[in-house]
Nanobody
Framework: QVQLVESGGGLVQAGGSLRLSCAAS????????MGWYRQAPGKECELVAA???????NYADSVEGRFTISRDTAKNTVYLQMNNLKPEDTAVYYC??????????????WGQGTQVTVSA
């Protein structure tokens, strides 16, 4: 079974930066897409950024120009560099892996989430 573990969340002042990391473990052959979702209290879970196997990336309008997603395919790891953070970015951030192929199955997985809090 595949597991995703996030790290790098925390408390930061507005205008500051954080970098989130997520490592997938298991008998993984390949992962098609990795990305980040976030959910703020009382709000819908939203896609923040995603990166596919060829390295192309997509971003939510609210973070484009401030956040950068990257991926180390060999390490099955995805990163989210978050710059110029705003209080509106406060949320639990979840790492996702879609199209995960292992030696026995294929599927989609979510991490446990990491809290990002941005104070004004």
């Amino acid at each position: 079974q595949v597991q995703l573990v996030e790290s790098g969340g925390g408390l930061v002042q507005a205008g500051g930066s954080l970098r989130l990391s997520c490592a997938a473990s298991g008998s993984i052959i390949r992962i098609h897409t990795m990305g980040w979702y976030r959910q703020a209290p009382g709000k819908e879970c939203e896609l923040v950024a995603a990166i596919i196997s060829d390295g192309s990336a997509n971003y939510a309008d609210s973070v484009e120009g401030r956040f950068t997603i990257s991926r180390d395919t060999a390490k099955n790891t995805v990163y989210l560099q978050m710059n110029n953070l705003k209080p509106e970015d406060t949320a639990v951030y979840y790492c996702t892996a879609q199209g995960v192929f292992t030696t026995t199955a294929a599927g989609d997985y979510w991490g446990q989430g990491t809290q990002v809090t941005v104070s004004a």
